[in-house]
């Protein structure tokens, strides 16, 4: 079982989201879900370069902070699909906000990244 080696700071707004939403693909995930990709295999087409071990990982770390559900049915070969909580709901004007400002400021952000790779 994983323990944590740093402990939890949780003093403000901004230690509670970057607790929440840390991972690769998180805000992905979210979004492909709120999309209408509810399955895990549609979850993993959007997102191709993500193992299905590290998604089911960040699924699951999404589900125990309650921003989706996790919904199975009882049939054989079993399905399973995600779906966004109310609370989970209150997020996606907020990833909308940060894909715009990324949008907006593309060039200058692919400047600045692209040069510290070639360092």
């Known amino acids: 079982m994983y323990k944590r080696k740093i402990p ?5 707004g901004l230690d509670l989201i970057g607790e929440v ?24 087409r959007k997102i191709p370069d993500a193992s299905r071990r590290v ?3 960040q699924m699951k770390e999404l589900e ?4 989706i559900t996790k919904k199975v049915y009882p049939i ?8 966004l909580t109310d609370f ?7 990833i909308l906000a940060l894909g715009n400002w990324g949008d907006e400021h593309e060039k ?3 400047n600045v990244i692209l040069r510290q790779t070639e360092k």
């Open 108 to 110: 200058r952000l692919r």
């Open 55 to 57: 998604l089911n990982i």
């Open 8 to 12: 939890l700071n949780l003093n403000c």
């Open 64 to 67: 125990e902070h309650e921003l």
């Open 88 to 94: 989970g709901k209150t997020l996606i004007p907020v």
């Open 21 to 44: 939403l840390y991972g690769k693909w998180k805000i992905r995930l979210l979004w492909f879900i709120n999309e209408g990709h509810k399955r895990p295999s549609e979850l993993q």
């Open 76 to 83: 054989v070969p079993p399905k399973v699909e995600y779906s």
